[in-house]
């Protein structure tokens, strides 16, 4: 997708490589200065240390190729020698009726690997950012043009599953999976739902805190479920099915979703083969009866501990099926680059995974990297807790955010004739906005408290003031439409709606900046801008009052844009805008 800076690229490139200079310097960007001019392009000065040239000499010559580009008002050198542009009203009106520009298959894949939640383990925040952060990332890449594949590659072949089956051979629920001498067909109805595994696991967990005994026991049943033994492979299935259905809905909840339902497990078949391998290579080497992949590199500042493959007893760790799951992700989808979503205090363990995929030479053209992301906290300072505490359920969580934006639409009067049924739907997209803003808003590194009277304010930088405004526009076109009244190609005659045109066109880039940094923040300002440009916009000017037919109809063409791209990036945060509010 190309927007205007890029345009405007394009001919100081042309500028530049007519003097005989590199073409790259021609760069061109939003100005800093935007009191003093639209755009700016400061490759005169590093042109003129190439050159030996003085510099404002040398930007006067791009200056005067400039000039002769009818899609400029004005083009100045300001101080040591940056060039300073500013368009023709006509030719910024004239990008803008083109409407959103459409991104062009890049020809890149990607896969998005976010979510991660365990069967069977609770939720916790950082599950919750990673379903907020990676679902953004995937809507903003697919928007910028790439083929994205996300996978929620659940937590479902570790030590739990150990637990959760010798819990339940404790408990005598369902002998026929512990009887060595069964040959089947194991039943199809699953012995637990997952109202019992939410009960069974903190009981399984407590019991082998408790005691070393049951811990060895889950370690046990760990490795013989991944050694294939038929009773705990037919029991980690019903496990597997009650937790997808249940997941499956509460990220749907979210409006979240996933391509692939793959998790740890999924790639057992590819572990054995993958470990063979590594072993033949020399890449993988015996240390006290464990298998391991050393991946400390000369030059390393901090200690970097070797990737376990295989532990003594023949179980396989997060780090073996990591690496496995990229086999998995080369051969299916090849992509030029997979991405992890996941909380930044994994990092260490993704530093590891990587270093030994490239030692290995199994990425393919890969490039593989870790996005991270810091906490949640409430307004305690600690990790967020829903109000029961312990256990986060999405379901709860939504619950609590729709119930307080419920409180807020009764505040100010919002929807008390609308019919209930819509009334509440309008509350819970404003309490999924007021959750997504608040978490999309600040870059993804830093921790930031969910203050939730903050975030679900209907002013200031929170997601439901943005779907405010966008409802606004859509009333006043609605009544547009009503009253007969049709749009027009938008036309610039004010500060404002100068403005406000700007940007709009600048939204390619900022999507492009938003995708370099994997940093949707980068969007949410974006539409608290476009917001208040319109908010000036609206205020300044007559719409619907307007008496001259033309005037109205390019100021409603101007809403018609101006919607159009709020809904857009709306959408790309993940944030749903009612039809009124
Ligand atoms: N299940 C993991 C957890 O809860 C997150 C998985 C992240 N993805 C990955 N490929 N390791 O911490």
């Given at each position: 997708m190309t927007g205007l800076a890029a345009e405007l690229s394009a001919l100081a490139r042309r500028a530049f490589a007519a003097e005989?200079?590199?073409?790259?310097?021609g760069q061109v960007q939003a100005s800093d200065r935007p009191d003093l001019a639209q755009f700016q392009c400061n490759g005169a000065l590093a042109a003129a240390k190439i050159a030996k040239a003085n510099p404002r000499a040398l930007a006067q010559k791009i200056v005067d190729r400039l000039r002769?580009?009818?899609?400029?008002?004005k083009v100045e050198i300001a101080g040591p020698g940056f060039i300073n542009l500013d368009l023709t009203d006509a030719a910024l009106a004239e990008r803008a009726r083109g409407g959103l520009p459409k991104a062009e298959p890049n020809g890149k894949a990607v896969v998005i690997d976010f979510g991660g939640a365990n069967i069977a383990k609770p939720m916790h925040v950082g599950h919750l950012r990673s379903a907020i952060l990676g679902d953004s990332l995937q809507r903003l890449f697919r928007a910028n043009g790439w083929t994205v594949t996300s996978d929620v590659?659940?937590?479902?072949?570790?030590?739990q599953m150990g637990q959760l089956i010798s819990e339940i051979e404790h408990r005598g629920i369902a002998p026929v999976y512990f009887d060595a001498s069964f040959k089947g067909p194991y039943p199809?109805?699953?012995?637990?739902t997952m109202d019992d595994l939410e009960e069974i696991y903190p009981a399984a967990s407590a019991a082998c805190k408790a005691d070393p005994e049951r811990l060895e026991e889950a370690r046990r049943a760990t490795a013989e479920l991944q050694a294939g033994r038929p009773g705990y492979r037919a029991l980690w299935e019903h496990f597997f099915d009650v937790s997808k259905v249940g997941l499956d809905r509460e990220y749907d909840s979210l409006g979240v979703h996933f391509d692939l339902w793959k998790g740890?497990?999924?790639v057992d078949p590819l572990v054995g083969p993958m470990v063979e391998d590594l072993k033949a290579r020399h890449i993988a080497q015996e240390s006290e009866g464990a298998l391991i992949v050393p991946v400390a590199e000369e030059g390393d500042k901090k200690e970097m501990p070797p990737l376990i493959?295989?532990?003594?007893?023949g179980a396989v760790l997060y780090g073996t099926t990591d690496l496995a799951t990229i086999v998995d992700r080369v051969k299916?989808?090849?992509?030029d680059l997979i991405l992890y979503v996941v909380d930044q205090r994994q990092h260490l363990h993704f530093e590891q995974v990587f270093r030994a995929a490239r030692k290995a030479g199994i990425a393919g053209k890969a490039t593989l990297e870790h996005s991270g992301f810091g906490t949640m906290n409430g307004t305690d300072g600690k990790p967020f807790k829903t109000r029961a505490g312990g256990v986060m359920k999405l379901f709860d969580l939504i619950a609590m955010v729709t119930a307080e934006a419920d409180k807020r639409l009764s505040e100010a009067g919002?929807?008390?004739?609308?019919p209930a049924q819509e009334r509440a739907d309008i509350a819970r997209k404003v309490g999924i906005a007021t959750l997504k803003f608040a978490d999309l808003?600040?870059?993804?590194?830093t921790d930031y408290v969910f203050d939730i009277e903050r975030f679900s304010r209907?002013?200031?930088?929170t997601g439901p003031y943005l779907q405010y405004a966008a409802v606004r526009i859509q009333s006043i076109l609605r009544r547009a439409k009503e009253e007969g009244h049709a749009s027009s190609a938008p036309v610039i005659r004010s500060p404002e709606e100068r403005a406000l045109v700007l940007q709009l066109l600048s939204l390619p880039e900022k999507m492009a900046a938003a995708e370099d940094n994997r940093a949707p923040n980068v969007l949410c300002e974006y539409a608290f801008e476009l917001a208040q440009k319109f908010s000036r916009f609206y205020s300044e000017h007559h719409i619907?009052?307007?008496?001259?037919a033309d005037l109205r109809a390019a100021r409603l063409g101007l809403c018609d844009v101006t919607l159009a791209t709020m809904v857009r990036v709306l959408d790309i945060l993940g944030i749903e805008v009612p039809e009124r509010m």
């Open positions: 005989g200079l590199p073409e790259a310097l002769a580009e009818p899609i400029f008002a590659h659940l937590g479902d072949w570790g030590l199809e109805q699953s012995p637990v740890e497990a999924s493959l295989v532990k003594k007893d299916e989808q090849d992509p919002i929807g008390a004739d609308y808003s600040n870059y993804r590194l209907f002013e200031g930088k619907l009052s307007e008496d001259d």
